[in-house]
């Protein structure tokens, strides 16, 4: 028997303890230690059936046909999708893949969730429901993710259900536990990647998390690039060195969150395009390589943002509003607001206070759109009711408060 202890983990431990289970592949027992331990059976059975002996083509030809009106009719497979996992899967009765679609069902999947699940790995109808993914589920859920988060999840990747409980998830759940310290941070890390459980921590994790304490990012700063954005922690080791001498070089402070945030904006193919992309489109409005620059180092993921919200609010304010486009990269948080339920009823608010001679023209973007909602109305919308009993609806008629 082999023992794997989960810190913390007093939701599953309950679980367990209130109906014991004993025999099969795993059992949970008492000890006097007080936190409990998982033990589990190494020698338990293989969750995928596998066929020793040659199969006549006839009865070949039935499983086959089986396989295929089983994935089309109780996975909701389409006939082509069916033919191409059959050839990775072949059933000759619907008892096992039954159980494990029934697991599934109790634990929230919907039917398209399912049917990408097959669809991604059909030899998961081959599981033990009972010895082999009922653990795994079970063990998510004593953690907090929920039933609904667990299902998209798998859906999207399916892989963990494949990974061995003991010897993987359970030691992933550990490092992490031991970095991040919280269950919510886990599952936060876990909504953006599933491979923060599923990687060699070894390999890339632990020395880019090395690194980045020895070049002076606080421990604060390591918890919320790994929590948000787990996928720039886990790149190559040198390709995360260069990335992050080339942040230390753009005049990003290594104590500060920005830092982090910019290693993140830098990271991977698919960040450099999108990078590029931004950078192309806040020159066509007018922002000089200085403005760009000067714009990611107060906000590193204004270079993530789309195209088309980019242009839908730099050409409300420019156009709408008469700002010059370099004020905007004084202050790139705006261009994260919603353009409807923020920035254009206030900008109306203050367009109508301007129009009575109330306020000032030459407004700050940090003071009109950077404080939050009841600061706003308590400055510029409850101050002048008597004056302009209509500002609550120029504002509401946006916010549909």
């Given at each position: 028997m082999?023992?794997v202890?989960?810190p913390q983990?007093t939701s599953?431990?309950?679980l367990?303890l209130t109906k014991p289970?004993?025999?099969?592949p795993?059992?949970?027992?008492p000890n006097?230690?007080?936190?409990?331990?998982f033990?589990?059976?190494?020698?338990t059975?293989?969750?995928i059936?596998?066929?020793t002996t040659k199969i006549p083509k006839?009865?070949?030809?039935?499983r086959?046909s089986f396989?295929?009106d089983?994935l089309?009719d109780?996975?909701?497979?389409?006939p082509?999708?069916?033919?191409?996992a059959?050839?990775k899967?072949s059933l000759d009765?619907?008892?096992r893949p039954?159980?494990v679609?029934?697991?599934?069902?109790?634990?929230?999947?919907?039917?398209a969730?399912?049917?990408?699940?097959?669809?991604?790995?059909?030899?998961?109808l081959?599981?033990?429901a009972?010895?082999?993914?009922?653990?795994k589920?079970r063990f998510?859920?004593?953690?907090?993710v929920?039933?609904?988060?667990?299902a998209r999840?798998?859906?999207s990747d399916p892989t963990?259900?494949?990974r061995?409980?003991?010897?993987?998830?359970i030691?992933?759940?550990?490092f992490l536990k031991?970095?991040?310290?919280?269950?919510?941070?886990?599952?936060?890390?876990?909504r953006r990647?599933t491979?923060?459980?599923?990687e060699?921590h070894?390999?890339n994790?632990v020395?880019?998390?090395?690194y980045?304490?020895e070049t002076?990012?606080p421990?604060?700063?390591?918890?919320?690039?790994l929590?948000h954005?787990?996928e720039?922690v886990m790149?190559?080791?040198?390709?995360f060195?260069?990335?992050?001498e080339?942040?230390k070089?753009?005049?990003f402070?290594?104590?500060k969150s920005t830092?982090v945030?910019?290693?993140?904006?830098l990271?991977?193919?698919?960040?450099k395009?999108?990078?590029d992309?931004?950078?192309?489109?806040?020159q066509?409005?007018?922002?000089s390589?200085?403005?760009i620059?000067c714009?990611f180092?107060k906000h590193?993921?204004?270079?993530?943002?789309?195209?088309r919200?980019?242009?839908?609010?730099?050409?409300?304010?420019?156009?709408?509003?008469n700002l010059?486009?370099?004020s905007?990269?004084q202050c790139p948080?705006v261009?994260?607001?919603?353009?409807?339920k923020r920035?254009i009823?206030?900008c109306?608010v203050?367009?109508?206070l301007?129009?009575?001679?109330?306020?000032k023209e030459?407004?700050s973007?940090?003071s009109l759109l950077v404080?939050?909602e009841?600061?706003?109305?308590?400055?510029?919308?409850f101050?002048?009711e008597?004056e302009?009993p209509e500002?609550?609806?120029?504002?509401r008629?946006?916010?549909k408060?």
């Open positions: 082999a023992a202890a989960i983990a599953l431990a309950r367990f289970i004993s025999g099969g795993f059992s949970f027992l006097n230690h007080r936190k409990p331990i033990v589990f059976s190494l020698h059975q293989s969750p059936t596998t066929l006839v009865e070949q030809q039935q086959l396989t295929i089983y089309i109780s996975c909701g497979l389409s082509d999708c069916a033919n191409l059959s050839r899967l009765s619907p008892e039954d159980t679609l029934n697991l599934l069902r109790d634990h929230g999947f919907t039917t969730q399912i049917s990408t699940l097959v669809k991604k790995r059909p030899v998961l081959l599981a033990n009972q010895f082999v993914l009922l653990p589920l998510f859920l004593s953690i907090g929920s039933k609904s988060l667990l999840t798998l859906a963990i259900l494949t061995s409980l003991v010897n993987q998830l030691p992933s759940y550990n031991s970095v991040l310290e919280t269950d919510e941070k886990i599952v936060a890390a876990l990647t491979w923060v459980f599923l060699d070894t390999k994790l020395p880019n998390i090395k980045m304490s002076g990012v421990e604060k700063c390591i918890k919320l690039l929590t954005f787990p720039a790149q190559k080791n040198h390709e060195r260069a990335i992050t080339q942040a070089e753009m005049g402070n290594p104590k830092f945030l910019a290693i993140h904006a990271s991977g193919k698919g960040n395009s999108i990078w992309k931004c950078f192309e489109v806040y066509r409005w007018g922002w390589e200085d403005d620059m714009a180092k590193p993921h204004c270079m993530m943002l789309s195209e919200k980019i242009d839908r609010t730099m050409e409300f304010l420019v156009k709408e509003m010059a486009p370099r905007i990269a948080v261009l994260f607001f919603s353009l409807e920035i009823p206030r109306l203050t367009k109508v301007v129009s009575k001679g109330l306020v030459d407004w973007l940090t404080p939050v009841k600061v706003f109305l308590d400055k510029l919308v101050k002048y008597e302009c500002l609550m609806d120029v504002y008629s946006y916010t408060l």
